[in-house]
């Protein structure tokens, strides 16, 4: 049957478990299977160095993988559920803090989705950088899997940088078809170098789906301060 890993326990406070990065992405490099699921409580988890959290397996329609955060100490209940919508940025609370902490010198995007069917939510994902030529698009997240979902989720802070044709999405790059982006909130994101775009999402190729989300402070060098499309979206 399916197996889900919790990760954390700490609770929703000022306070985090030392070493959450290193063990989240433990858990997610595990065998993951079709109806898996990743629980991560706790406000906070910053990463210790150039690691970014990845999913590269893959589940089913009927059984998606799911990563999900905002979990309470004992893995019961969601902080995040019930609260604002994405456009009240001020009151978002309850997610849990994914911080690349990202800078020159210090390159890493915070999450890679690679497996398709795969589900993540509750989680604020910040700091992320990079610069580097062929690294793709997504300063912040990475999608380039099919019939993947980010939802509930607060993309923001994250920057994209260098002149590589692929160089675009200063918060989300999506390189996948059937990708589905709800009630996330993408502000305070940059796509900068000469031929970088969308400074929130860039969509370069396959499609999108985007509903109930708000976009707002997000800027790029190039075309679509907020979203940039080459693929379809709905």
Not at 27 to 53: F, I, K, M
Not at 81 to 92: D, I, K, M, N, R
Not at 153 to 177: E, F, I, K, P, S
Request: net charge negative.
């Amino acid at each position: 049957g399916a197996t889900t890993y919790y990760v954390g326990g700490n609770d929703q406070g000022t306070n985090w478990v030392a070493g959450t990065w290193a063990n989240l992405d433990s858990a997610l490099g595990s065998a993951l299977a079709a109806g898996d699921e990743v629980r991560v409580s706790g406000a906070y988890a910053r990463s210790p160095g150039e690691t970014v959290l990845a999913v590269t397996s893959s589940g089913t329609a009927a059984n998606p993988i799911r990563v999900t955060g905002g979990w309470d100490a004992e893995f019961t209940t969601q902080a995040w559920v019930g609260t604002a919508l994405p456009h009240q940025t001020s009151t978002l609370t309850g997610y849990t803090v994914l911080d690349a902490a990202a800078s020159n010198g210090n390159e890493s995007r915070v999450f890679d989705i690679n497996g398709s069917y795969v589900k993540v939510e509750g989680f604020k994902m910040t700091g992320g950088y990079t610069d580097v030529d062929g690294d793709g698009s997504g300063g912040g997240v990475q999608i380039t899997a099919t019939n993947s979902t980010l939802s509930h989720a607060w993309v923001t802070d994250n920057r994209r940088h260098d002149n590589y044709a692929n160089g675009d999405g200063g918060g989300v790059g999506v390189l996948a078809d059937n990708v589905t982006l709800e009630y996330v909130t993408v502000t305070n994101n940059r796509c900068t170098g000469t031929s970088s775009d969308g400074g929130g999402v860039a969509n370069v190729t396959g499609g999108i789906f985007v509903a109930n989300s708000y976009f707002s402070g997000n800027s790029a060098a190039g075309t679509g301060d907020a979203l940039y499309i080459e693929g379809n979206t709905t």
